[in-house]
C-alpha cells in the first residue's frame, strides 16, 4: 500500500487531474487506516469526474467502517444511479440506501424505495424478509397512498412464508384506511375496508369504529348517503352491549344528540347541551364539522344571535378548507338557513336574502325570504317569489294583504 501511494503520487505531479491515481490514492491510505488522507483522495476524484463510480465506492467503504449514516445516505443515493442496468448491485445499495434512510427516522421516504425495488423483482431472489421489512415500515407509517399498504397486505395473504404479526397487520389496515380518507375515497370502499377491519382483526379498533360511527352520524343529518343495510350493520355495532368502554359510551352519546335534533323542545334542551358538553370534552376525534352543526343548531333553538352566526361561519370555512365534495348538501343548506333566520329575526335583511338565496331547498326558507322582502320595502320582489312558489306548488299560501300597493 506505502508503495502504492508513492506511484500515485508521481502520477499526481505529473497530473494533478488524473481520476484514477487519486481513487488508487484513497483505496492505499484507506487500506494503512489513514482516513483523512483517504477521504480527501476520493474526494478530489468526485470533483474531477463525479460521474463515475469507482471514488463513490471508495467513499462507500471508507463511511461503512466508521458507520457514518448521515454521510453514507447521500453516498448509496449516488451509487444507485451508477447501477440501474445492474439489477443485484442496484438492489443491494437501494438495500443499504433505505436501511440508513430509517435510522434518520425518514420512514416513508424508505418505503418508496424497497416499494421500488418489489415493483422490479430479480428472478430466483427472495423478496420474503423485504416484503416483512415493509410491512413493519407501514405499521409506522400513515402518510403513503392507500394502494401501497393495499399491495403489501396483498402480498402478505397470497405468501405462506411471508410471516407478519397479526397486530402489525392490523396497524397497516389501519393505516390503509387513514390513507383512504385523507385520499377522499369513495365512502363505500371506506365503509368495507372499516367493516373488514373490525371483522378480521379487531371488533375494538377504535379508528375503524369512529369512522363507521361518523359516518353514520353524518347519514342522519343528510351529509351523506349509504345504503341501508351498511346503516344497519353500523347501528349493530353501535349496540353492541358488550362493549361498554368509555370511546363507546361517547359515541352512543354522539349519536343520540344527533337524534335528538329533529324533535328538540324546551323538555330536551338542557339534555341535548350536556350531552354536547360531554362530547367536546372527553370524545377524542369527533368529526369537527359535526360537532359545530351540533353547537349550531343549539344556539339557533335558544336564539343566540351571536354563537348561530359564529358556528354557521366557522363551520362553512371548514367545509371549505377540507373541500367537502358536496357543498349543497342539506347540512350546508342548514347552516345557512341558521344564520338567515337569525338575520332576519335581528332585522339584518340584506345579510339574511343573502344567505337565505343560499339554503333555497329547504321548506320555509321562501317565507323567511318574502319577509325579508317585505320589510326592507322589496315588494316586487316577494311578489316574484310567491309567484313562483304558486306555480311549483299548487298548496302554496301566503296572505297577500302587505302586498298591497
Request: aromatic share 10%.
Amino acid at each position: 500500500a506505502k508503495e502504492a501511494l508513492k506511484i500515485c503520487k508521481s502520477i499526481i505531479d505529473k497530473d494533478k487531474e488524473n481520476y484514477l491515481a487519486w481513487v488508487m490514492t484513497g483505496a492505499a491510505a484507506q487500506e494503512l487506516n489513514n482516513k483523512e488522507q483517504a477521504l480527501a483522495a476520493f474526494q478530489r476524484a468526485i470533483q474531477i469526474s463525479s460521474n463515475q463510480a469507482p471514488a463513490w465506492q471508495g467513499l462507500a467503504q471508507l463511511y461503512e467502517k466508521t458507520n457514518s449514516q448521515s454521510d453514507l445516505v447521500g453516498v448509496y443515493s449516488e451509487l444507485r444511479k451508477f447501477f440501474i442496468k445492474d439489477a443485484n448491485k442496484y438492489f443491494d445499495y437501494s438495500n443499504k440506501y433505505a436501511n440508513c434512510l430509517i435510522a434518520q427516522g425518514k420512514t416513508g421516504q424508505a418505503i418508496n424505495v424497497f416499494c421500488e425495488l418489489l415493483n422490479n423483482k430479480i428472478e430466483d431472489k427472495s423478496y420474503t424478509t423485504l416484503t416483512e421489512n415493509i410491512a413493519n415500515l407501514l405499521s409506522l407509517d400513515d402518510e403513503q397512498k392507500s394502494e401501497v399498504y393495499f399491495n403489501i397486505l396483498e402480498m402478505v395473504k397470497n405468501d405462506s412464508e411471508i410471516k407478519v404479526d397479526n397486530q402489525i397487520l392490523e396497524k397497516v389496515n389501519e393505516n390503509a384506511l387513514k390513507s383512504m380518507i385523507k385520499g377522499r375515497e369513495s365512502w363505500k370502499s371506506i365503509l368495507d375496508h372499516s367493516f373488514e377491519l373490525v371483522k378480521n382483526y379487531s371488533k375494538q379498533n377504535e379508528y375503524a369504529l369512529s369512522t363507521l360511527f361518523e359516518i353514520y352520524a353524518e347519514t342522519l343529518i343528510g351529509k351523506i348517503e349509504i345504503d341501508q343495510e351498511e346503516k344497519e350493520n353500523i347501528k349493530s355495532l353501535l349496540d353492541d352491549e358488550t362493549n361498554k368502554s368509555e370511546f363507546m359510551e361517547n359515541y352512543r352519546m354522539f349519536i343520540n344528540a344527533i337524534n335528538m335534533l329533529s324533535d328538540l323542545d324546551q323538555n330536551t334542551i338542557n339534555e341535548f347541551k350536556r350531552i354536547l358538553d360531554q362530547i367536546q370534552e372527553q370524545l377524542i376525534g369527533t368529526n369537527k364539522l359535526l360537532f359545530l352543526y351540533l353547537e349550531n343548531n343549539y344556539y339557533f333553538f335558544i336564539c343566540n344571535y351571536e354563537n348561530t352566526i359564529k358556528k354557521s361561519q366557522e363551520s362553512l370555512v371548514l367545509m371549505h378548507q377540507i373541500k367537502v365534495k358536496d357543498i349543497e348538501n342539506e347540512f350546508c343548506l342548514k347552516l345557512n338557513y341558521n344564520m338567515a333566520y337569525m338575520y332576519y329575526l335581528y332585522h339584518d335583511f340584506e345579510k339574511a336574502i343573502e344567505k337565505i338565496k343560499l339554503s333555497d331547498a329547504l321548506n320555509d326558507c321562501n317565507r323567511v325570504l318574502i319577509e325579508c322582502y317585505l320589510r326592507s320595502d322589496k315588494k316586487e320582489l316577494a311578489l316574484d317569489v310567491i309567484r313562483n312558489e304558486i306555480e311549483d306548488k299548487s298548496s302554496f299560501t301566503y296572505d297577500l294583504s302587505d302586498l298591497i300597493i
